[in-house]
Nanobody, 120 residues
Framework: QVQLRESGGGLVQPGGSLRLSCAASESIFRFVNMAWYRQAPGKERDLVAGITIGGNTNYADSVKGRFTISGDNAKNTVDLQMNSLKPEDTAVYYC??????????????WGQGTQVTVSS
């Protein structure tokens, strides 16, 4: 049974910073990919940042240069450092983990989400 739990969300002013943490119930090395997604009211859930088991990262264009994703195997966590936050970053942020099921097939696990609100 895989469990993902997000923490670190809250209210911050534009230009501020937050650090989100995703705690996994097992070693993050058991997942080939881990990622952060976000969903704003009335919008689809979109990929924010991802990291592979090999340490490769990718980011949505809207957060490049502002957000950084990193993994800590000792703590079984994947973090998202968010700097220079903008009102449009306001959303529920979800942790995602993928495990390979078959060729070109993946199984997705999701956390319950944490609210990030950027407002003055």
């Amino acid at each position: 049974q895989v469990q993902l739990r997000e923490s670190g969300g809250g209210l911050v002013q534009p230009g501020g910073s937050l650090r989100l943490s995703c705690a996994a119930s097992e070693s993050i090395f058991r997942f080939v990919n881990m990622a952060w997604y976000r969903q704003a009211p009335g919008k689809e859930r979109d990929l924010v940042a991802g990291i592979t088991i090999g340490g490769n990262t990718n980011y949505a264009d809207s957060v490049k240069g502002r957000f950084t994703i990193s993994g800590d195997n000792a703590k079984n966590t994947v973090d998202l450092q968010m700097n220079s936050l903008k009102p449009e970053d306001t959303a529920v942020y979800y942790c995602n983990a993928q495990r390979r099921r078959a060729l070109n097939s993946w199984y997705d696990y999701w956390g319950q989400g944490t609210q990030v609100t950027v407002s003055s």
